[in-house]
């Protein structure tokens, strides 16, 4: 197939060190953004044997791979919102907790290319938990209008009969024709809660699969089987996303549509999601838009944060950033990489964590910044006296109910002296500090490595240059947020008290019958 014209422009360009003013294309690329609910990168494309996942793997195969994509926070809320305005968590007020009313200041892409004429859709998860109101208190669309109506038969009865990838047919049938469209497939899988031992009875796995279990889960038969049962909810979200992308070329819209395959933070397990590690943070990335990027199949290392995300798609859609109606962003566009140019993107990310669930004293938090980089972490915790899983006489509720989370807890019940409830669930100090060549599974702290205070200087520099409150003594700001569940006010006084409460996201086993000492 003969290169479009602007393509060789951007070839003559690259060699000559000329980065081009504008992205566009004419017309501009339609956008295809897949985000699964709660998955790590976990994909055969990374090597991962007990995850397979062709339709990821051929976006990376025909497109990019990133190896060290990140989100800024990993739950869902605040995720979503950095994705959708380019800006970090602690820069968004309210967005950076969890079921949160989201500043009406703060436009996301999908509202700016809706103004713009864009014909902007979704399915089932798009921003949220939470309530996003315009400044006169009309809903917003954050990530347009949705397609929901169709529904199928699901493998397990813990995943959603929800058909995505019809409802991204119906999406099509219904665009416009020669308008420009966006569509969020927002899956809820893998989100528990599984079905215990699907990933063996119904995916045809083996225990045996899995190359190797994290230093803080103990290995056994009840984690490997959690784990394989998350695994197959990620392949039902890659089977949904493989029906999308033959769709599209059976309607010949895929050369010209923009693919980007994500997760919105990690694993639900403990020391994961709503935590701040690589663990929690660390994401699947993969791009592909045969007509836009070079020398496809490129697996690049490069620091990708979330917050790069809004300025590309603004750029690839043709439009000034200023032009938007968006809040500053200090995330970097990934077009270069599009255009195969040699770009240092960032060598970095930066991570953070405030209120991301209910099941502590006065509703607060459990706030923590954190920096990465190639070779180590280092992580701050603001108040370590805070039990960062949530207390442990609500359950832990700050961690999601499981397998794995429910045998550390009877583990440690039984041996006080069990290290993984300690790694997942207890108290931490005020710095972490760990070397990712010599410990990847993040177990030894180093707090007096002198690598620590140099990237606690840079961190609390970018964060102070950012305006985190954190950094100007005002973090309480976050605590003193309204949640925007209102069963959630007050929760733990609540809990406490002996009054009726809904906690279907924790076991009742993992309450524990009084207080646990530090």
């Not at 995720?79 to 703060?106: D, M, V």
């Amino acid at each position: 197939m003969r290169q479009p014209a602007f393509l060789l422009c951007l070839l003559v360009l690259s060699a000559l060190g000329i980065r081009p003013s504008s992205f566009a294309t004419e017309p501009p690329p339609n956008i295809l953004f897949a985000i699964a609910d709660d998955w790590g990168p976990h994909a055969s494309a990374y090597g991962t044997p007990w995850v397979k996942t062709p339709n990821f793997d051929r976006v990376a195969k025909e497109g990019l791979l990133f190896r060290q994509a990140y989100t800024p926070n990993a739950k869902c809320a605040p995720s979503r919102a950095c994705i959708l305005t380019g800006r970090n968590s602690w820069q968004l007020k309210e967005a950076a907790n969890h079921i949160c009313y989201f500043p009406p200041e703060f436009k996301g892409w999908g509202e700016a290319l809706a103004e713009k004429g864009w014909n902007v859709g979704y399915t089932t998860k798009g921003w949220g938990p939470g309530v996003a109101n315009d400044a006169n208190g009309k809903p917003r669309q954050m990530t347009g209008k949705p397609y929901n109506k169709r529904r199928a038969e699901a493998p397990t009865p813990e995943i959603l009969n929800c058909d995505y990838a019809a409802n991204f047919s119906d999406f099509l049938d219904a665009a416009p024709a020669g308008k420009p469209w966006c569509f969020w497939y927002g899956s809820v899988e893998p989100h528990r809660g599984y079905e215990f031992g699907s990933g063996v009875a119904k995916g045809g796995k083996k225990l045996t699969d899995i190359d190797h279990v994290p230093a803080y889960w103990p290995d056994n038969d009840v984690i490997r089987n959690d784990m394989l049962d998350y695994a197959f909810e990620v392949e039902h979200f890659d089977r949904h996303l493989g029906r999308m992308i033959a769709d599209l070329e059976k309607r010949g819209l895929l050369d010209n549509t923009l693919i980007i395959v994500t997760a919105d933070h990690g694993m639900p397990f403990p020391r994961s999601k709503g935590n701040a590690n690589v663990q929690a943070n660390h994401v699947p990335l993969a791009m592909m838009w045969k007509k836009g990027i070079l020398q496809p199949g490129r697996t690049l290392s490069d620091f990708v944060s979330f917050v790069d995300l809004a300025p590309t798609l603004i750029e690839v859609a043709g439009m000034k950033w200023s032009d938007t109606g968006m809040a500053e962003s200090p995330g970097r566009s990934l077009t270069d990489l599009f255009a195969a140019k040699p770009a240092h993107v960032r060598d970095h990310v930066l991570l953070g964590k405030e209120r991301t669930d209910v099941g502590r004293p006065h509703d607060w938090g459990y706030p923590i910044r954190a920096i990465v980089t190639k070779d180590s972490v280092f992580i701050e915790n603001f108040e370590p006296t805070r039990w960062p899983g949530g207390n442990p006489e609500t359950g832990y509720m700050d961690c999601d109910a499981g397998a794995t989370k429910t045998f550390i807890i009877d583990a440690h019940r039984k041996n006080p002296a069990d290290p993984f409830w300690q790694l997942c669930l207890g108290l931490r100090p005020g710095t972490e500090f760990y070397d990712l060549k010599a410990d990847p599974d993040f177990v030894h702290n180093l707090p007096a490595d002198p690598r620590a205070t140099a990237l606690k200087t840079q961190l609390h520099a970018e964060l102070s240059q950012q305006g985190d409150p954190r950094m100007s003594g005002q973090g309480d700001v976050f605590d003193k947020y309204e949640h925007a569940m209102k069963a959630n006010v007050g929760f733990y006084e609540k809990f406490m008290s002996g009054k009726p409460m809904k906690a279907g996201w924790i076991n009742q086993s993992d309450i524990e019958p009084r207080p646990v000492l530090p």
